[in-house]
C-alpha cells in the first residue's frame, strides 16, 4: 500500500508497534514461564470446571491444531483450544482455558460489550479487507476523492470493534482468575503465574488498538491534507 513509501507513515505508528513488540515478547516470557509449572488440571479440565460450575454443560470443548489459537465460538456454542492448552497440566494452560471459558460465560450472561463485539465482527471484518482500497483509489484518483473518505468510514468500524473488544478481553481474564481461584483449581502462588500471562495477552489488545486509532487519525489527516 502507498503507505509503507510515505514517510511520516511509520514515524506516525511507530508507538503502537513497539507497544506491540514489546507486548508479544510478554506474552512468549510469561506464557513459556507458566508452561513449566504444574497446574493440578489439564487446559480442558479446567474450562469443564470452569464451565460445569456456571451451568454451562452444554458448552463443548474440542482440541484445534495450532499455538494460541484458543478461541470460544458463541455461535456454536464451542470451546476449542490449541493442543498445548488442551493436554497441558500446567499453569499456562489452565489460565487461558479458563480465559475462553470467560468468554462462553460472558455469552450465557448476555454480557453487552460480547454481543455488540459479535455484531460488529462482520462489519470490522470487512472493513479491514477494503477500506485501505477505497482510500488508495481515492487517494490516486481525485474525481473519486470521496472514495477516500468511504475508506475511512469502513476502518472506524475496525477502530470501534478494537474498543469494544477491549472491555470484553479484560472482563474474561477477571471472569477467570476469579473462577480458578473459587473452584481451587490454583492457589494464589498460582494466581500471580496466570495473571502474568493473562495480563500481558491483554497488553496485545491493548497495542491493536492503539495501532488502529492511529491508522485512523493518519487516514483522516491524509484526506484533509489532500482535500486541502
Given at each position: 500500500?502507498?503507505?509503507?513509501?510515505?514517510?511520516?507513515?511509520?514515524?506516525?505508528?511507530?508507538?503502537?508497534?513497539?507497544?506491540?513488540?514489546?507486548?508479544q515478547m510478554r506474552v512468549h516470557s510469561a506464557y513459556?514461564?507458566?508452561?513449566?509449572?504444574?497446574?493440578?488440571?489439564?487446559?480442558?479440565?479446567?474450562?469443564?470446571?470452569?464451565?460445569?460450575?456456571?451451568?454451562?454443560?452444554?458448552?463443548?470443548?474440542?482440541?484445534?491444531?495450532?499455538?494460541?489459537?484458543?478461541?470460544?465460538?458463541?455461535?456454536?456454542?464451542?470451546?476449542?483450544?490449541?493442543?498445548?492448552?488442551?493436554?497441558?497440566?500446567?499453569?499456562?494452560?489452565?489460565?487461558?482455558?479458563?480465559?475462553?471459558?470467560?468468554?462462553?460465560?460472558?455469552?450465557?450472561?448476555?454480557?453487552?460489550?460480547?454481543?455488540?463485539?459479535n455484531a460488529a465482527v462482520p462489519v470490522a471484518s470487512?472493513?479491514?479487507?477494503?477500506?485501505?482500497?477505497?482510500?488508495?483509489?481515492?487517494?490516486?484518483?481525485?474525481?473519486?476523492?470521496?472514495?477516500?473518505?468511504?475508506?475511512?468510514?469502513?476502518?472506524?468500524?475496525?477502530?470501534?470493534?478494537?474498543?469494544?473488544?477491549?472491555?470484553?478481553?479484560?472482563?474474561?481474564?477477571?471472569?477467570?482468575?476469579?473462577?480458578?481461584?473459587?473452584?481451587?483449581?490454583?492457589?494464589?502462588?498460582?494466581?500471580?503465574?496466570?495473571?502474568?500471562?493473562?495480563?500481558?495477552?491483554?497488553?496485545?489488545?491493548?497495542?491493536?488498538?492503539?495501532?488502529?486509532?492511529?491508522?485512523?487519525?493518519?487516514?483522516?489527516?491524509?484526506?484533509?491534507?489532500?482535500?486541502?
Amino acid at each position: 500500500m502507498f503507505m509503507h513509501f510515505d514517510p511520516m507513515y511509520l514515524p506516525f505508528l511507530a508507538p503502537a508497534l513497539l507497544l506491540a513488540l514489546w507486548a508479544q515478547m510478554r506474552v512468549h516470557s510469561a506464557y513459556a514461564a507458566a508452561q513449566q509449572l504444574p497446574a493440578s488440571l489439564s487446559g480442558a479440565a479446567a474450562a469443564r470446571h470452569v464451565l460445569d460450575s456456571a451451568g454451562l454443560n452444554d458448552v463443548v470443548i474440542e482440541q484445534i491444531p495450532g499455538q494460541l489459537s484458543d478461541h470460544y465460538d458463541p455461535r456454536e456454542k464451542v470451546l476449542r483450544l490449541s493442543a498445548d492448552v488442551y493436554q497441558n497440566h500446567t499453569l499456562a494452560a489452565v489460565g487461558i482455558a479458563a480465559h475462553e471459558a470467560g468468554h462462553a460465560i460472558q455469552d450465557a450472561a448476555h454480557y453487552a460489550p460480547l454481543a455488540i463485539r459479535n455484531a460488529a465482527v462482520p462489519v470490522a471484518s470487512f472493513g479491514s479487507g477494503f477500506s485501505m482500497i477505497l482510500f488508495f483509489i481515492g487517494m490516486l484518483a481525485p474525481w473519486l476523492s470521496w472514495l477516500m473518505w468511504a475508506g475511512i468510514a469502513l476502518f472506524a468500524g475496525v477502530v470501534f470493534f478494537q474498543l469494544v473488544n477491549l472491555p470484553v478481553e479484560f472482563n474474561a481474564s477477571t471472569r477467570a482468575k476469579d473462577q480458578l481461584v473459587a473452584l481451587g483449581i490454583v492457589d494464589q502462588q498460582g494466581l500471580v503465574e496466570v495473571r502474568k500471562v493473562l495480563d500481558a495477552a491483554a497488553w496485545t489488545y491493548v497495542a491493536a488498538t492503539l495501532q488502529a486509532l492511529m491508522t485512523l487519525l493518519y487516514l483522516v489527516m491524509r484526506a484533509g491534507g489532500r482535500r486541502d
